[in-house]
């Protein structure tokens, strides 16, 4: 018996064989994961994470081995002696029309499409499902595929019991069943299923994350599409869009990033233009509290910790209820928690990490009605070059070298456990001036690498000001932590910086966007 656990943003995945546990990763070919128009609801984040289990995805999009090199998915699902039981669950269906779908799709692939008897609830369906599914010879294997979970599994309806009943009872052990549910909402999979204490508990035997593309596999998917892409151009495009395939996929071969951005964000009937309203729509219950919590973390390019959003929602307030929507909001995505170096008592600062989200909420909600009313405006057109794009631009880079550390640690050399942090002080602390450290990473080997982050369009020049700023910073973190661990300064600078002895007396490595792909 199997189970697949598959949010979109969040692909939590455990296979297991009649015989063996099969081992798994993602392959991440540019062609593998594209969005599914048909079976995708709108306003999920179309990752793709339902087309990794489907005819053609699991194949594609999983490799399982179990001592045999020539396993594969698709031997499981295309095997002419196996059968594909479906079924997607959707925002506006009643219970009965999800029951129902369960009946059809019985009858379609495993009666040869013969009829079945209506069946009034959930235990009546997968009752009916069983059935069919004891009629298969022995030797035929059955994947059992729900989509959208949490929209099949409503919270007056019985299907999550009763499925945790007919998994317990009846599928677990059958080594031809293969059992994998889907949903959008990371955070409902992982409170329902994954941390369940009911029938579920216990059953996830292997986890992986599905999430967006890096910027190696954007740029490699966009070249698939036959949009031609270097580094810059694929920067540029996954600081609006991120790395969601469904979002790049809308962009058109004969216009530049600026002009897709332009037509998919700014217009009226672009295709990304509500998409923030969508999301929040279809992933929470109560989005309004959602998108207000989304607001607070974005009004701070530096971050704000917990504190701060206790003191400013209206709509949350404190408690367990605010920890619980700052979870949903991590697990789907759009935030992230970062640990401030040397200030347990504040807590965890938080940061928009959602590139599309953060491009939402800083350009296109300010000016939405505008934007409606005036279709013909050029609107971005007009900003690009401007100090509030060039801020932009700083932020959303820092961003995706958040999301890019594999990549910096590497090319910095550092190895063995590393803690990730930030770290700021005022200038009541620092006693000489605030400061403010955008990345560090705190060594095991008794050191402590500085990061510098910073945008330009060309290599960034450490002239005088510029290094007596920098040797201030490190003096003030130095004084401010009381550490002892030896301290290195690295740059990760889009296009490297300028060689002046300045920088060869106060930079110690250096991480370039190349460097990021």
Same mark, same amino acid.
């Given at each position: 018996?199997?189970?697949?656990?598959?949010?979109?943003?969040?692909?939590? %995945?455990?296979?297991?064989?009649?015989?063996?546990?099969?081992?798994?990763?993602?392959?991440?070919?540019?062609?593998?994961?594209?969005?599914?128009?048909?079976?995708?609801?709108?306003?999920?984040?179309r990752v793709g994470g339902g087309l990794c289990i489907l005819p053609g995805g699991i194949c594609r999009g999983v490799r399982e081995t179990s001592g045999r090199e020539d396993f594969s998915g698709r031997e499981?699902?295309?095997?002419?002696?196996?059968?594909?039981?479906?079924?997607? *669950?959707?925002?506006?269906?009643?219970?009965?029309?999800?029951?129902?779908?369960?009946?059809?799709?019985? *009858?379609?692939?495993?009666?040869?499409?013969?009829?079945?008897?209506?069946?009034?609830? !959930?235990?009546?369906?997968l009752q009916q499902l069983t059935d069919a599914i004891a009629q298969q010879p022995m030797s035929h294997k059955i994947v059992l595929f729900f989509d959208e979970l949490p929209w099949l599994a409503t919270p007056k309806s019985d299907m999550l019991s009763a499925l945790e009943y007919f998994w317990n009872r009846h599928w677990v052990n059958d080594g031809r069943i293969?059992?994998?549910?889907?949903?959008?909402s990371a955070s409902w999979i992982m409170r329902k299923i994954i941390k369940s204490r009911g029938g579920l508990h216990n059953r996830v035997t292997r986890r992986i994350n599905l999430k967006p593309f890096s910027l190696r596999e954007t740029g490699e998917f966009l070249r698939h599409l036959g949009y031609p892409t270097n580094h810059e151009q694929t920067l540029r495009a996954y600081?609006?869009?991120? =790395?969601?395939?469904?979002?790049?996929?809308? /962009?058109?071969?004969?216009?530049?990033?600026?002009?897709?951005?332009?037509?998919?964000?700014?217009?009226?009937?672009?295709?990304?233009?509500? #998409?923030?309203? #969508?999301?929040?729509?279809?992933?929470?219950?109560?989005?309004?509290?959602?998108?207000e919590l989304m607001k607070l973390v974005a009004a701070r390019q530096e971050g704000v910790f917990r504190q701060e959003i206790e003191a400013k929602n209206k709509l949350t307030g404190k408690g367990g209820t605010l920890s619980r929507r700052l979870e949903d909001l991590e697990a789907?995505? /759009?935030?992230?928690?970062?640990?401030?170096?040397?200030?347990?008592?504040?807590?965890?600062?938080?940061?928009l990490s959602d590139e599309y989200c953060y491009f939402y909420l800083k350009w296109i909600e300010p000016v939405k009605q505008q934007l409606k009313s005036d279709t013909e405006a050029a609107y971005w057109g007009s900003r690009i070059g401007t100090p509030r794009y060039h801020a !932009?631009? *700083?932020?959303?880079?820092?961003?995706?070298?958040?999301?890019?550390?594999?990549?910096?640690?590497?090319?910095? =050399?550092?190895?063995?456990?590393?803690?990730?942090?930030?770290?700021?002080?005022?200038?009541?602390?620092?006693?000489?001036? =605030?400061?403010?450290?955008?990345?560090l990473f705190d060594r095991d080997d008794d050191a402590?690498?500085?990061?510098?982050?910073?945008?330009?369009?060309?290599?960034?020049?450490?002239?005088?000001?510029?290094?007596?700023?920098?040797?201030?910073?490190?003096?003030?973190?130095?004084?401010?932590?009381?550490?002892?661990?030896?301290?290195?300064?690295?740059?990760?600078?889009?296009?490297?910086?300028? #060689?002046?002895?300045?920088?060869?007396? %106060?930079?110690?490595?250096?991480?370039?966007?190349?460097?990021?792909?």
């Open positions: 018996m199997s189970i697949y656990l598959c949010p979109y943003l969040d692909l939590s %995945l455990a296979v297991r064989d009649a015989d063996n546990i099969l081992s798994v990763s993602l392959n991440w070919e540019p062609h593998v994961i594209e969005p599914d128009h048909h079976r995708q609801s709108r306003g999920a984040r499981f699902v295309s095997d002419p002696q196996g059968k594909l039981f479906s079924d997607y *669950g959707h925002q506006e269906w009643r219970d009965e029309d999800s029951a129902g779908a369960i009946r059809a799709g019985a *009858g379609s692939e495993l009666f040869q499409g013969a009829p079945l008897q209506v069946s009034p609830d !959930w235990m009546g369906a293969k059992l994998v549910v889907c949903g959008s600081m609006a869009v991120g =790395g969601v395939p469904f979002y790049l996929k809308q /962009f058109r071969k004969v216009h530049s990033v600026d002009q897709n951005i332009s037509r998919l964000l700014f217009a009226p009937d672009g295709a990304l233009f509500d #998409e923030f309203v #969508e999301i929040f729509a279809s992933l929470f219950d109560e989005a309004e509290k959602y998108e789907a995505g /759009f935030i992230a928690s970062l640990a401030s170096f040397g200030k347990k008592s504040r807590g965890t600062l938080y940061r !932009w631009l *700083g932020y959303a880079f820092e961003n995706i070298c958040y999301k890019h550390l594999a990549e910096i640690r590497k090319k910095l =050399g550092i190895t063995g456990f590393a803690p990730v942090s930030s770290w700021r002080c005022t200038a009541a602390r620092g006693g000489e001036g =605030g400061a403010q450290i955008d990345l402590i690498t500085l990061c510098e982050i910073k945008f330009s369009e060309r290599p960034f020049l450490i002239d005088k000001k510029c290094a007596q700023a920098l040797a201030r910073k490190k003096e003030t973190f130095a004084k401010s932590t009381r550490t002892r661990k030896q301290l290195f300064l690295a740059f990760i600078a889009a296009h490297g910086i300028e #060689e002046t002895l300045y920088a060869h007396e %106060l930079v110690d490595g250096v991480v370039t966007l190349s460097n990021l792909f």
